[in-house]
């Protein structure tokens, strides 16, 4: 049963540190997505990728918020420095750009920022 | 106008009923539909893709309507399972760069 997984589960840090989210999109999917998740605001898309390659960040605050593909098997967001109106639930997606375009999500990356 | 609206409910039913949620989509060119459902303090997964035909899976029905804009979802013979937030998906006219829009969600009770 393939999954998407991220790491970690939970990260609770002070205001001004750096915090890296990590991801590793189902094997063979070929679009990662970054979404973040507050009661407030919903599910807001902050980044996406195709083919590893960047297709639309503008959701994502460029002066804090950065987000990579290394490599087909891993998605990285970074937050330096962390604020605590960053506090939220930090999802990754992943799906195959043809088809009907579903997304899998994985479980979340619970942050608080102190 | 929100791209992809939903009645935020809650909705409270008991055991047994039947329940539809609407969700109406601003832009008349989008492409593909979906449900997810999400339950508290999980991610959401993918309940059902939405086609022009209209489908069903199980207790669970959606239709599409691209004249009106809508996609609905009914539940019959409710579970307290079934009990979580449901979520209306669309995807936008295909410019490369668009991934989907999710609506807010409309949360269900289901009750015994």
């Known amino acids: 049963d393939a999954r998407v997984t991220q790491t970690p589960r939970h990260k609770v840090t002070e205001m001004g540190q750096e915090v890296t989210m990590r991801c590793q999109p189902i094997l063979g999917h070929n679009t990662v997505f970054w979404y973040r998740q507050t009661m407030m605001q919903g599910l807001e898309l902050l980044a996406y990728f195709r083919n590893r390659a960047p297709l639309d960040d503008s959701g994502m605050p460029k002066d804090r918020f950065s987000a990579e593909m290394p490599d087909a098997t891993l998605a990285t967001l970074k937050i330096q420095p962390s604020e605590p109106r960053d506090s939220a639930v930090y999802f990754c997606?992943?799906?195959?750009?043809?088809?009907?375009?579903?997304?899998?999500f994985g479980p979340g990356t619970r942050l608080t920022v102190t | 106008r929100k791209e992809v609206e939903q009645d935020p409910g809650p909705f409270n039913v008991p055991e047994g009923a039947t329940v539809a949620f609407n969700c109406t989509y601003s832009n008349s060119a989008s492409q593909s539909f979906f449900w997810y459902r999400q339950d508290c303090r999980k991610e959401p997964k993918l309940l059902m893709s939405?086609?022009?035909s209209g489908n069903e899976d199980g207790r669970f029905t959606a239709q599409l309507n691209r004249a009106s804009q809508y996609i609905s979802l009914l539940i019959r013979d409710s579970k307290l399972s079934d009990s979580a937030t449901y979520l209306c998906v669309v995807k936008p006219p295909d410019t490369g760069r668009r991934a989907l829009t999710f609506g807010s969600g409309t949360r269900l009770q289901v009750q015994p």
């Open positions: 997606a992943s799906g195959l750009e043809q088809g009907h375009h579903e997304q899998y």
């Open positions: 939405v086609y022009s």
